[in-house]
C-alpha cells in the first residue's frame, strides 16, 4: 500500500462519493497538434459527501488544472470523473453546464459581483439560468444571505460592502442553487488577516452543516483549517492525507 493509500484507508467508506477522479490526464496541445503540456498524469482521488478538503501545490503542479477539471471547467483528455454519481467527461457543452450550475457552487478570489445589482439581486443570478420565477429567486437569495448573516444589507451594492462582506456575498451565491458541493478558489486572497479568518470561520460552519467543500490555497495557514490535503507535484498526487 502507498503512503497516500495508507493515509485515506481509515476515512468513513459509508458516505457518499460526490466527485471521483480515475486515472484522470490532461494535456494541452500545440497549434500543430504536438504535446505541450501534460498538466495531469493519472490523478485517482475521490472526495465524499461532507469531506472539507484543501488542493495545493507550487506552481506547475497541476492543482489549478485539477480544481478546472472538477468544476467541469475543463474536460480530461483521458480517464473517468464522476461527479455526484454520474459520468460527466462526454457529456454535451450545453448538458455539462446545466450539470455544472445545478452540482457545483463556485467562490473565487475575486468576488465578480454584479456593481450595478443589488446584493440580494447578485445572489438570485444562478437561479435565473434554472428557470426559478423572480419571487422565488429572491426568497431563497435573501435565505441565502441570512445564512451569511447580511441579511440587513439586501439592497446595498457592491461598492457599499467591505471586501468581506462582498466575499460573503459570493458565498451566498455558491449556496443559492444548493449544489452538493461548494469550490473555493483562493478565497481569501484579496482579504486582510482579520476578515480572511472570519470567512474560513465561515466555511467551518458550512462544513459542520454538511457542506462538501473543495479549496484550492498555496497558503498552509488556510490548509491548516481544512479536514484533508491534497498536494500535488508535477501532475500527480504526491501527498494525501486526513488531519483529523
Same mark, same amino acid.
Given at each position: 500500500?502507498?503512503?497516500?493509500?495508507?493515509?485515506?484507508?481509515?476515512?468513513? %467508506?459509508?458516505?457518499?462519493?460526490?466527485?471521483?477522479?480515475?486515472?484522470?490526464?490532461?494535456?494541452?496541445?500545440? $497549434?500543430?497538434? %504536438?504535446?505541450?503540456?501534460?498538466?495531469?498524469?493519472?490523478?485517482?482521488?475521490?472526495?465524499?459527501?461532507?469531506?472539507?478538503?484543501?488542493?495545493?501545490?507550487?506552481?506547475?503542479?497541476?492543482?489549478?488544472?485539477?480544481?478546472?477539471?472538477?468544476?467541469?471547467?475543463?474536460?480530461?483528455?483521458?480517464?473517468?470523473?464522476?461527479?455526484?454519481?454520474?459520468?460527466?467527461?462526454?457529456? $454535451?457543452?450545453?448538458?455539462?453546464?446545466?450539470? *455544472?450550475?445545478?452540482?457545483?457552487?463556485?467562490?473565487?478570489?475575486?468576488?465578480?459581483?454584479?456593481?450595478?445589482?443589488?446584493?440580494?439581486?447578485?445572489?438570485?443570478? $444562478?437561479?435565473?439560468?434554472?428557470?426559478?420565477?423572480?419571487?422565488?429567486?429572491?426568497?431563497?437569495?435573501?435565505?441565502?444571505?441570512?445564512?451569511?448573516?447580511?441579511?440587513?444589507?439586501?439592497?446595498?451594492?457592491?461598492?457599499?460592502?467591505?471586501?468581506?462582506?462582498?466575499?460573503?456575498?459570493?458565498?451566498?451565491?455558491?449556496?443559492?442553487?444548493?449544489?452538493?458541493?461548494?469550490?473555493?478558489?483562493?478565497?481569501?486572497?484579496?482579504?486582510?488577516?482579520?476578515?480572511?479568518?472570519?470567512?474560513?470561520?465561515?466555511?467551518?460552519?458550512?462544513?459542520?452543516?454538511?457542506?462538501?467543500?473543495?479549496?484550492?490555497?498555496?497558503?498552509?495557514?488556510?490548509?491548516?483549517?481544512?479536514? *484533508?490535503?491534497?498536494?500535488?507535484?508535477?501532475?500527480?498526487?504526491?501527498?494525501?492525507?486526513?488531519?483529523?
Amino acid at each position: 500500500m502507498t503512503q497516500a493509500a495508507h493515509d485515506i484507508a481509515g476515512r468513513d %467508506s459509508a458516505a457518499a462519493p460526490v466527485a471521483e477522479l480515475r486515472q484522470v490526464r490532461k494535456a494541452y496541445f500545440k $497549434p500543430d497538434g %504536438s504535446l505541450m503540456v501534460e498538466a495531469l498524469k493519472g490523478v485517482d482521488v475521490t472526495i465524499r459527501q461532507g469531506e472539507y478538503v484543501a488542493i495545493m501545490g507550487s506552481s506547475g503542479s497541476g492543482k489549478s488544472t485539477l480544481m478546472n477539471v472538477l468544476g467541469c471547467l475543463d474536460r480530461p483528455t483521458s480517464g473517468q470523473y464522476l461527479l455526484d454519481g454520474k459520468s460527466v467527461g462526454d457529456m $454535451p457543452d450545453a448538458e455539462l453546464s446545466h450539470y *455544472r450550475g445545478r452540482k457545483i457552487g463556485f467562490v473565487f478570489q475575486a468576488f465578480n459581483l454584479i456593481p450595478e445589482l443589488t446584493i440580494d439581486q447578485n445572489v438570485a443570478v $444562478p437561479l435565473f439560468y434554472q428557470r426559478l420565477d423572480k419571487r422565488e429567486r429572491l426568497d431563497r437569495a435573501r435565505e441565502m444571505l441570512g445564512v451569511v448573516g447580511l441579511s440587513g444589507r439586501l439592497d446595498h451594492r457592491p461598492r457599499e460592502l467591505s471586501g468581506g462582506q462582498q466575499q460573503r456575498v459570493a458565498i451566498a451565491r455558491a449556496l443559492v442553487t444548493r449544489p452538493v458541493v461548494l469550490m473555493a478558489d483562493e478565497p481569501t486572497g484579496n482579504l486582510d488577516s482579520a476578515t480572511g479568518s472570519a470567512i474560513l470561520d465561515l466555511f467551518e460552519r458550512l462544513h459542520a452543516e454538511g457542506m462538501t467543500i473543495i479549496m484550492v490555497t498555496h497558503d498552509n495557514s488556510v490548509a491548516d483549517r481544512c479536514r *484533508r490535503i491534497v498536494r500535488l507535484k508535477d501532475g500527480v498526487v504526491e501527498f494525501d492525507k486526513r488531519l483529523r
